[in-house]
């Protein structure tokens, strides 16, 4: 019995529903390109199948490595866009270098991703705890910090009470922030 498109793509969604944050933009974004790599995957398998069944070795490797290469290839063409867009952080770079004077320090709590030092341009020091946080900021006036939104709940009592969200951004699953004083 042939299945309705929304049957299909309520199963689609229900396979991926469990993968969040970084890890999904490994996904595809929806059941045509999954059936897509699916089809593809397949085909490299059954390659490898009538190989072995014919004894034909050489057109069977041939074979599983056109299927595998396109497989591969339709990942290059669709990952790096969908990863980008799950994952930008550009805005939030702009906004802390924005707000934060040339030479102060960028201040990652816990870390932050290398593309962060790209956009940034400008020194990034990650602070693994909340401590070291707060030696960093008395140690560089007009620093900012860029975290996560449930980090900063936990930071911000730590802080002065000047300190607040500048600017928010949605980057992978979690709403990560920009902070910084009223001096910034």
């Known amino acids: 019995k042939?299945?309705?498109p929304s049957r299909t793509t309520a199963a689609y969604s229900g396979t991926v529903a469990g993968v969040t944050g970084e890890d999904r933009a490994f996904l595809p974004d929806g059941p045509g390109e999954a059936a897509l790599l699916a089809l593809l995957g397949g085909l490299a398998?059954?390659?490898?199948l009538l190989t072995a069944?014919?004894?034909?070795?050489p057109f069977g490797a041939a074979a599983s490595a056109v299927a595998v290469g396109a497989l591969l290839l339709a990942q290059a063409l669709t990952y790096p866009p969908r990863y980008a867009r799950a994952n930008d952080?550009?805005?939030?770079?702009?906004?802390?270098?924005r707000h934060a004077p040339p030479g102060a320090v960028v201040v990652g709590h816990p870390d932050l991703r290398l593309s962060y030092d790209f956009y940034l341009r400008r020194r990034v020091v990650e602070a693994p705890t909340p401590s070291a946080v707060a030696r960093l900021?008395?140690?560089g006036p007009g620093a900012v910090?860029?975290?996560?939104?449930?980090r900063w709940g936990a930071?911000?009592?730590a802080l002065p009470g000047e300190w607040r969200v500048l600017a928010s951004r949605v980057v992978g699953?979690?709403?990560?922030?920009?902070?910084?004083?009223?001096?910034?």
């Open 89 to 97: 952080v550009r805005a939030l770079a702009e906004a802390a270098a």
């Open 137 to 139: 900021l008395r140690e």
């Open 173 to 184: 699953d979690r709403e990560m922030v920009v902070v910084g004083s009223g001096a910034s």
């Open 155 to 157: 930071l911000a009592p």
């Open 145 to 150: 910090i860029i975290t996560s939104r449930e």
């Open 45 to 48: 398998g059954l390659a490898a």
């Open 53 to 57: 069944w014919s004894q034909r070795y």
């Open 2 to 4: 042939k299945q309705s």
